[in-house]
């Protein structure tokens, strides 16, 4: 098969065609699902891939019919030079879509730059617009900058969904707030269970708000939702709430009802391989790359690892060998 247009399935059958690439696990922001406040131990920075090394693998995975990007961290803006990496990916052969998560808080002044590139979609992260329990949540006092970059990206017209973990006595609130800004904006409000990656390992969160309880809350507050139809692949499950130009929509990340569609694959901050966001990672890329190896000898690990894919979140969590302890800023979400 000609390499250029290559496509590769799972042992399931389903199609790998997107990464999420984790360029930092440094970050502004200290949410507390994500992070511990103190004590982090950051990567030392030759621990980090350099952007020679993503970009060699990006180039690698797009000859394995990897098609789409999500640069996330960290904090992507958090490391230099980001916006330099991002226009030499823009030019990457059949690296077709290109979608970034940020926290929003640096992100502003890059905006002209990332729509002259052709950033494909922003999901900007922002869980509650009440300055206090963006306070309480994220551990520092930034909402308002969060803020102006949401008008900023609207006015700039570049695609943009709006990502909200929903956590009991945090900011259940919010969820009609945030859902109102879909009335007058074509943005995609997210609402996503929580999940067990604060760093700190002891946390796993009881799940009181599931995905149901958040689609009941919104229907108690706006009435019956409209069901929008599915995107292949799509982590959420989308609604219209009747009259408003946005939508919104449900991750189960936590119950993970999407993983018969799984089509992506992460690489973290420090270059390891996850095929599933609960598995413990299951190839160290940047070691591989580091000890020579050719492009070849890559892709035949990346293949075999493909190849022997769990089925899903459940079977990948149950094969760890301690409870999950890492935190989400260095996978990426
Ligand atoms: N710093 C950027 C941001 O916050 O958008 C990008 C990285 S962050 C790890 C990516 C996404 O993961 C964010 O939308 C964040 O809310 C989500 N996230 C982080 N920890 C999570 C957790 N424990 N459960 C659910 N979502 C989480
Ligand atoms: Fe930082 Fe994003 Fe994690 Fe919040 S969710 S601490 S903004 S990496």
């Known amino acids: 098969m000609d390499q250029e247009t290559q496509q590769v399935y799972d042992n399931h059958g389903r199609r790998i065609n997107y990464v999420r690439l984790a360029v930092t696990d440094r970050c502004n922001l200290r949410c507390f699902y994500c992070m511990p406040e103190h004590g982090i131990k950051y990567l030392p920075r030759k621990e980090l891939l350099t952007y020679e090394e993503m970009e ?189 130009q946005g939508s919104v929509g449900i991750i189960a990340a936590f119950s993970r009802t999407f993983c018969g569609s799984c089509n992506r694959i992460r690489i973290t901050s420090q270059g390891t391989l996850k095929t599933c966001l609960y598995d413990n990672g299951v190839l160290d890329l940047k070691g591989i790359m580091r000890s020579g190896a050719e492009d070849e000898n890559i892709r035949q690990h990346l293949l075999r690892a493909f190849g022997s894919r769990d089925r899903d979140g459940f079977e990948a969590e149950s094969k760890r060998s301690y409870q999950i302890s890492e935190s989400m800023s260095v996978i990426g979400g």
């Open 56 to 244: 060699r693998l990006l180039r690698i995975l797009t000859h394995l019919g990897v098609n789409k990007l999500r640069i996330t961290g960290g904090e992507p803006f958090v490391r230099q030079n980001l916006m330099d990496f991002l226009e030499r990916a823009a030019d990457i052969p059949n690296l077709e879509y290109i979608h970034l998560t940020t926290n929003g808080v640096l992100t502003a002044p890059y905006i002209p730059r990332l729509k002259a590139m052709g950033i494909s979609s922003i999901n900007l992260s922002i869980d509650t617009l009440d300055r206090e329990r963006f306070k309480q949540i994220t551990r520092r006092d930034e909402v308002e900058k969060v803020k102006a970059t949401f008008y900023e990206l609207l006015e700039a017209g570049i695609p943009l969904k709006i990502n909200a973990v929903v956590i009991d006595g945090k900011n259940t609130q919010d969820i009609v707030e945030l859902a109102k800004l879909t009335r007058e904006h074509r943005v995609d409000v997210r609402f996503i269970e929580e999940m067990p990656f604060n760093g700190e390992g002891a946390h796993y969160p009881e799940l009181t708000w599931d995905h149901l309880r958040i689609k009941q809350e919104l229907e108690q507050h706006f009435g019956q939702l409209e069901a929008l139809p599915g995107v292949a692949n799509s982590t959420s499950v989308n609604y219209r709430i009747p009259g408003h």
